[in-house]
Nanobody, 127 residues
Framework: EVQLVESGGGLVQAGGSLRLSCAAS?????????IGWFRQAPGKKREGISC????????YYAEAVKGRFTISSDKAKNTVYLQMNVLKPEDTAVYYC???????????????????WGQGTTVTVST
């Protein structure tokens, strides 16, 4: 059974940093599962912000976070990280990681074919 557990959210002042973790089980990074980070702010639609293919290393970022967020993976720990720097109040949202063998990490950051989601971790950025 695929399980994804996010952690690392919290309250931070604007300009600060957080590192989110997504611990995966039920598959390994050699199984060609791409992993994505998505977020949903209050009253807004869920949006894709970054994704990674641990097998070939490709990564993509939404324009809103490019240059501030960095996604990485640790195969030994079966964990994906999202380092978030220079946080802004508009980054406030619930952040979810997602994975699926049929999910393809691309520049479109679509959640199409994603069936496995974590429970989410809340990030609040204060002014």
């Amino acid at each position: 059974e695929v399980q994804l557990v996010e952690s690392g959210g919290g309250l931070v002042q604007a300009g600060g940093s957080l590192r989110l973790s997504c611990a995966a089980s039920g598959f390994t990074f050699d199984d060609d599962y791409d992993i994505g980070w998505f977020r949903q702010a209050p009253g807004k639609k869920r949006e894709g912000i970054s994704c990674i293919s641990p097998v070939d290393g490709r990564t993509y970022y939404a324009e809103a976070v490019k240059g501030r967020f960095t996604i990485s993976s640790d195969k030994a720990k079966n964990t994906v990280y999202l380092q978030m720097n220079v946080l802004k109040p508009e980054d406030t949202a619930v952040y979810y990681c997602a994975a699926d063998e049929h999910y393809y990490c691309s520049e479109y950051l679509s959640d199409q074919y994603v069936e496995h989601w974590g429970q989410g971790t809340t990030v609040t950025v204060s002014t």
